[in-house]
């Protein structure tokens, strides 16, 4: 499985950004896909969840709010739209999938960086 993250960039505080990722292989109709972000000196932290057969999302207590997954599943897509974004949300933002058959699969990372 291939995931290509992309839509990451430099915004202004308060601004908005919608990122998106693209899987690609043998994919398994029954997945999850998500979003991870990883700010410079601190772990790798979840955002969100979403589910490809229900559309169940599971957030980060801290991450809901201004933060929205969904996910076509036509395309094997998965969005993250961040609205209301601070400097302390820069951070390289990680998609991520997995099933119970393959695995779980990383994205390359794609840099947010929130600053004026």
């Known amino acids: 499985v291939q995931l290509q993250a992309c839509g990451g960039g430099l915004v202004q505080p308060g601004g908005s950004l919608r990122l998106s990722c693209a899987a690609s292989?043998?994919?398994?109709?029954?997945?999850?896909m998500g979003w991870y972000r990883q700010a410079p000196g601190k772990q790798r932290e979840l955002i969100a969840t979403?589910?490809?057969?229900?559309?169940?999302?599971n957030y980060a207590d801290s991450m809901k709010g201004r933060f929205t997954i969904s996910r076509d599943n036509d395309k094997n897509t998965v969005f993250l739209q961040m609205n209301s974004l601070k400097p302390e949300d820069t951070a390289v933002y990680y998609c991520?999938?997995?099933?119970?058959?393959?695995?779980?699969?990383w994205g390359q990372g794609t840099q947010v960086t929130v600053s004026s």
């Open positions: 292989g043998r994919i398994f109709s029954i997945n999850v």
């Open positions: 991520n999938y997995q099933d119970r058959l393959s695995g779980k699969y």
């Open positions: 979403i589910s490809s057969s229900a559309g169940n999302t």
